[in-house]
Every structure is written in C-alpha cells, then in structure tokens.
C-alpha cells in the first residue's frame, strides 16, 4: 500500500506507555506553578529556575491531532485524549531532522504519542515541549472540517465515533450517563436491594400490548422472544425469597420510533415485598432529589429552556382527580359506561374500544387527551382503572381501580408503578381477558404465562415494584431532547448501498493523492 512506500508502517505500533493525561496535566502545572509564585515572592528569577527543573520531568501523552499551526521549523499541534486537549510544541531541533521532515508529512485526525516537558508558551498556555513524537495509527480519511455547523443529525447519530471526536460535548453526555447508572446502582444497592440478570430471549410470547422480535433457536428448533419486560421474572424472585431486586435491563419492542422511543432501550426495574405503591412513590421521590444532586449539583434543574423542580414535594393526583382538574370532566358523574361514552363523544375524544369502552376506558382516553401535556413538573398520577393495569393490584375500597401510578416530567411519562397482583386467580382471569382482547381483533399472537402464575401460586408477599425508563432519565439530566442524544448507537435504517469504489479504494486514492 502507498502509505508503507517508505517501509513506515503506520500501524505498527503495539503499545505505548502513557504516564499523562491532558485534563491533568494542566491541573498540575497550575497547582505547581501557583505554589512557586507564592513561593518565591513573585521573584521572576527565582521562579523561571523552578520551572526550568520540570524540562526534567518528562511524561508521555498520546491521543489525536485535532489542529496544527505550521510555522516552518516550528510546529503546535492540538492533541485530544479522552479527558480535554492540550497544545503540543514540535521543534526540528528537538526531535531531529529526519524525525521531523517525517513528521510534517502527518495529518489532522492521526492519533500519536508524545513525550516532553510541561511548560506555558508566551501567550500563557500551557503545553507540552516535546522530546520524541510517535505516529501510533493513521487516519486515512480526513475528519469533517466544518462538523460544528453541520446540520444532519442522521450523519452524527450514524458516525457516532465521528460525533465523539470533535464533539467534546457529546461524550459529556455518555460520560454523564454512567455516571447516572452508578449512581442509581449505589442508591438500590444503600438500601438493601440486591442486582440481578434475567433471561433476554423467552419461550413465549405473552399478551401486553408490546409486540416482541421474535428469533429462532437452532439447537431446540423453536421460536424465541426478546424481551418487552423483565417484570415476571424479577416477581418470580420475590416468590423464591429475594425481599428487594433490581434488574438494568435492555429490552426490545418491535414498535415505532420518534424523539422519545426506541426499539431498543434500557429500563430499571425494581420490587420490594412488604410495601406498597404508596412506599414506592416515596422511592422514586427521594431517588430523583438525590440523582438530581449528585449528577446536576442542584435539585432545580434546567431542561428545555423550563426549571424542573425536583427537590419539592411532587404534585400526586389520581386519574379521577386529574381528568377533572385538567378536563372539566368529573368521573363521578357517569352512571353508566353509556353516559361515559356520551361524554367523550360530546367532548370530541375518541375511545379505540367504541360501543365496548367501559368507564374506565373512557377516563384514560380522556387523560391521554387532556392531561399528559399539561404535567411540566414532577407529578404523580395514581389509581388507574383495572382495564388497563393487568398486572397491578385492585383497591380494596374500589375493585374498578387499581394500586398503580405512573409519573411524569415535562409532559412524558417516566416512569410505571403497582401494588404488585399477587392473587394468582384474579391475575390469571387478567391475562385471559388481555389473550381474547388480541383473538377479537384476529391477532393470533400472545398466551398466558402459565409458568408466572404458578409461581404465584405458591405464593407472593405484597410487594411494590416501578420500571423506569433510564434513556429519558439520562435525557432529563442532561437536556438532551431526543432519545438518539443519549443512545451511543441507536437504531437507524441503513444507508442504500452506492456503486462506485470500495472503501479501501477510496482510502488507497486517498494516501496516493
């Protein structure tokens, strides 16, 4: 190939010791040369001959050229690593003649190892004086030049690795976001909750609403199902005797995609035996306040353009109470599940069940319509009606609702609660009912979890459990507005293949040229 024609090899190099990081090699030089100001008494003498002892005290940094100001003899270069960037001094006189002639033949984008001495140039930044330079590994195609003012976010959320390098910015962002992860972790784990790992692909496919990828197991020779939850499982542990699990769980919908979903994406899900929704909702109050903390340093923070109060006492409405405030429309008022289909009727909103819909049915179109949009601030919504919650415990004060909440922040839903059904009975006529739903509308798809009930057969304490979606936690405390800012890599349709030269052509025209 044209870039060995000199017998250089540009990936040759196996290893290179680093024994410095940019980020803190500025650190150091600030702190040390704050400390020899006071030291010497501003005697500039004194202090230029402390700081001639560090043309001793070399380190190693490697990392990619980002710019270069060529001034003959004399070169800088900018050099990024995965902490900041420092500026870099190249001199002929320092790494010889035939090392520098080679040198000038690098690019932007090529990743090298410097070695050299810390010093601050005479427009007060400080640099690294090199000794010995090293190519490390050659960029063959040239980095985008004007990437700041580029437009396409399909390039970036394709490129990923391209967004990385010039935009220190974006890998805040996933920085931040396991940051995020292990702080959660650290929360569940402080107070008694033990992490564990359920199964991906599952035997069957059950009757929720999610429609599941499906795949196919050779050896068995069966269909298998990704997973839509982790839910069942992580129950079946509280029935085994685990009082307190989590899972961080990826999981897979075979369903649409906008700014907020993602077939594939990343929940937590947790349950707690001896609690109830209630102990749930203080929970995820007091794991947000302190989230919001650790990661933000504030308990306000700003998403949107909108200040989002985290640290006050979240607003918690049932639906009924809700629907009312935000619709004018008050539940208490239908007799009969005519009436509230008179109602939604008059009012414009459209029930997907028609001449089937319940009351119930009619209250959460009547939220969808009226009231989700309007939850800026942190706000629970609590006491679902039971056709929409088969998995959550009914209140014994009214069977048509159930132990569920769900809360919302800036007008999405974050995350899902229940009073956990443990009655193996009512949760088997639940599943049942949700099976024949999918038969009616001719969808052959979806069966009862035999295997979930029988657990809960041999019985399960009452427990609290919430799913959590972490993308649009990580969206939140970062205010990035699309789920694709906090995906390194989300799903995307595949560019239509292009004739023309292969992409080693295309390199090898590169290096010629």
């Not at 270069?68 to 800088?76: I, K, L, P, Q, S």
């Not at 320092?94 to 427009?123: H, L, N, P, Q, S």
């Not at 931040?176 to 402080?190: C, F, H, K, V, W």
């Not at 839910?231 to 307190?244: A, M, Q, T």
């Amino acid at each position: 190939m044209q870039r060995q024609a000199n017998g250089n090899n540009p990936f040759a190099i196996t290893k290179f010791d680093v024994t410095g990081k940019a980020a803190a090699i500025k650190a150091t030089y600030t702190e040390t040369e704050a400390g020899w100001i006071a030291e010497t008494n501003g005697d500039e003498t004194l202090l230029q001959e402390k700081l001639d002892t560090l043309k001793t005290q070399l380190i190693s940094i490697a990392g990619r050229i980002m710019s270069w100001r060529d001034m003959g003899r004399a070169n800088f270069i900018d050099v990024r690593d995965d902490t900041d960037h420092i500026q870099v001094y190249v001199r002929m006189n320092d790494i010889g003649r035939d090392a520098f002639k080679e040198f000038k033949k690098w690019d932007i984008g090529d990743i090298v190892g410097v070695t050299g001495y810390m010093f601050r140039t005479k427009k007060g930044e400080i640099s690294i004086h090199t000794q010995e330079i090293t190519m490390l590994s050659k960029s063959l195609l040239p980095l985008p030049e004007k990437w700041h003012g580029l437009k396409d976010q399909d390039m970036r959320y394709r490129q990923r690795y391209l967004d990385l390098i010039v935009n220190p910015d974006v890998k805040q962002t996933f920085v931040t976001r396991s940051q995020i992860l292990r702080e959660i972790r650290a929360y569940l784990d402080g107070i008694g909750y033990l992490e564990v790992e359920t199964p991906v692909l599952l035997p069957i496919q059950i009757a929720a609403a999610a429609r599941p990828f499906v795949t196919h197991h050779n050896t068995l020779d069966m269909d298998m199902y990704m997973r839509i939850e982790t839910e069942l499982n992580l129950k079946k542990l509280i029935v085994g005797g685990f009082d307190r699990v989590y899972e961080v769980g990826r999981i897979f919908r075979n369903e649409g995609m906008d700014p907020a979903h993602n077939p594939e994406f990343t929940t937590i899900e947790l349950y707690q035996a001896y609690t109830d929704y209630i102990g749930i909702m203080n929970l995820v109050e007091d794991m947000y306040r302190t989230l919001a903390k650790k990661i933000c340093g504030k308990d306000v923070i700003t998403y949107q353009g909108m200040d989002i109060r985290l640290g006050e006492p979240w607003e918690r409405l049932t639906m009924v109470e809700a629907v009312k405030k935000y619709a004018g429309v008050d539940y208490a008022d239908w007799a009969t599940d005519a009436d509230a289909r008179a109602c939604a009727k008059a009012k414009g909103v459209d029930v997907e069940e028609g001449e089937s819909a319940t009351k119930g049915h009619v209250l959460i179109a009547f939220f969808d319509a009226f009231v989700e949009e309007q939850l800026i601030q942190p706000t629970i919504i609590y006491d679902y009606p039971v056709e929409n919650s088969p998995l959550a415990k009914r209140k014994p004060q009214d069977p048509a609702f159930t132990e569920r909440f769900e809360y919302f922040i800036y007008a999405r839903e974050m995350g899902n609660a229940f009073s956990e059904m443990n009655d193996p009975v009512d949760q088997r006529e639940r599943f049942v009912k949700q099976v024949e739903a999918r038969r009616a509308l001719g969808d052959m798809t979806g069966e009862v979890d035999e295997d979930f009930v029988t657990a809960l057969e041999y019985g399960m304490p009452p427990t609290g459990g919430l799913g959590l979606g972490l993308d649009r936690l990580v969206m939140l405390l970062t205010d990035s507005p699309s789920i694709r800012d906090v995906l390194l890599f989300p799903t995307m349709r595949p560019l239509p293949k292009q004739d023309g030269a292969s992409s080693e052509t295309e390199h090898e025209a590169k290096s010629e040229a």
